[in-house]
Nanobody
């Protein structure tokens, strides 16, 4: 079992930056994949990006070149650095961890607006 707690959401300006954090309740060293999904109002949840235990990252085309996922195994935390924010990035962002099963955080709201 692992509990995930996101933080760092809030209001961002178009062209600005926000960083989300996902703190795990135990070591993430052995967790194969961690990452982020998001869900905008009226839309399906979509994968933002992921990072493997070996540090290999994968991103949705819509965020490629703007968002960066990293993981700090010592701090049991995964980060989502979001740059060049757009209004269409507005959504609830969910952290997840996948090994033998999927674990989800409670979500954090990100709103991009001037």
């Amino acid at each position: 079992q692992v509990q995930l707690v996101e933080s760092g959401g809030g209001l961002g300006q178009p062209g600005g930056s926000l960083r989300l954090s996902c703190a795990a309740s135990r070591s993430i060293f052995s967790i194969l994949v961690m990452g982020w999904y998001r869900q905008a109002p009226g839309k399906q949840r979509e994968l933002v990006g992921s990072i493997t235990d070996g540090g290999i990252t994968n991103y949705a085309d819509s965020v490629k070149g703007r968002f960066t996922i990293s993981r700090d195994n010592a701090k049991t935390t995964v980060y989502l650095q979001m740059n060049s924010l757009k209004p269409e990035d507005t959504a609830v962002y969910y952290c997840y961890a996948a090994d033998s099963q999927m674990y989800w955080g409670q979500g954090t709201q990100v709103t991009v607006s001037s």
